[in-house]
C-alpha cells in the first residue's frame, strides 16, 4: 500500500474545509438556540436592575411574570448545554 500525503479533513469538516451539511445545520440551530437565550438573559438582566431602582413592591403579576422568564432561561440553558455535549459527542 502506498502512503497518502494528503491528511483527512478535521471532523465535521468536508474535503474542501466547509462545514459539513450535518454539522453546518447543528451549527445553525445552536446559534439560534444560543441568541434566543442570549436575548432572554438580557431581558431577565435589566429587569433586575429596574426593580432593584424601585421603591414600590412588586405585584404579583410580575413576580409571575420574572417566574416564568427564570424558569425559561434556566429549561433554556439546560437545553442549550445538552446540544454542546452532543455535538462534542458526534
Known amino acids: 500500500m502506498v502512503p497518502s500525503n494528503k491528511q483527512d479533513p478535521p471532523e465535521g469538516l468536508n474535503k474542501a474545509g466547509a462545514l459539513a451539511p450535518h454539522t453546518s ?3 445553525l440551530r445552536l446559534c439560534d438556540d444560543f441568541a434566543n437565550l442570549d ?3 438580557a431581558l431577565l438582566c435589566e429587569l433586575l436592575t429596574h426593580l432593584s ?3 414600590t413592591p412588586l405585584e404579583p403579576a410580575g413576580q409571575h411574570g420574572i417566574d416564568m ?3 425559561q432561561l434556566r ?3 439546560r437545553a442549550f448545554k445538552q446540544q454542546l455535549y ?3 459527542a458526534d
Open 39 to 41: 436575548g432572554q438573559c
Open 86 to 88: 452532543k455535538m462534542r
Open 53 to 55: 431602582r424601585r421603591d
Open 69 to 71: 422568564l427564570v424558569s
Open 75 to 77: 429549561e433554556g440553558s
Open 25 to 27: 445545520e447543528q451549527w
